[in-house]
């Protein structure tokens, strides 16, 4: 799939904490339906088996949107379901290396909190920077916090597309205006509400404006 900065506005990461009686593929249909750009499977705790078959039919899912679709962390798995890309944070394996693996053409997302993290995931082929915590957030246990001076000066370091993430609500998300960044990820924003095709909707409307103010 072509990588449009674009469809980096709204970045759904998935979460099964908030299945209650539904499963991950209705709540991704719903989040695709309110106007969700793109969307990353986060599964820290399924077999692979499991893991790898969810994968594959969200991957369907997001392709009748014509939404990129990425898988978190897991690099074998991403290339086994030819997923359009994979996004892996600082603990995991070195973005040179997954670029190496994944080839050219695959869309690679790498988390950073610092300049230096930055600078060196677009020298090792990051396509876009997600960056965070901006915002105080349960959903991450090992999000550290980033300041507004820190995520401005990482979108002027660089010059590949920077997202934010961490603790973004409709509440808070203007907050972040004209620090450079071309969209947000959020988890709980999307997946934790009780309709979650109406808080994609009215949170896409609110980044709009943030992103153009």
Known sequence: MKFDKKSLLLY???????LKNETLYDQVEKALQGGTTFVQLREKNLD???????????????????VPFVIND??????????DGVHVGQ????????RALIGPDKILGVSAQTVEQAVLAEK????????????????????????????????????IPVIAIGGITGDNVKKLSSTGICG???????FGQS??????????KSTIEMVEA
């Open 184 to 190: 947000i990820a959020v988890i709980s924003a999307i």
């Open 48 to 66: 692979e088996g499991t893991f790898l078959d969810e994968a594959k039919e969200i991957k369907k899912l997001c392709k009748q949107y014509k």
């Open 91 to 98: 603990s995991d394996m070195e973005a040179g290396d997954v």
């Open 74 to 83: 897991n690099v074998k798995i991403a290339m086994e379901m030819d997923a």
């Open 124 to 159: 090792r082929g990051a396509d876009y920077l997600g960056v965070g915590a901006v915002f105080p957030t349960g959903s991450k246990d090992d999000a550290d916090d980033v300041s507004r001076e820190t995520l401005q000066a990482i979108c002027k370091a660089v010059s």
């Open 195 to 204: 309709d979650i095709l109406t808080a994609t909707r009215e949170l896409k």
């Open 12 to 18: 759904a990461v998935t979460d099964r904490h908030w």
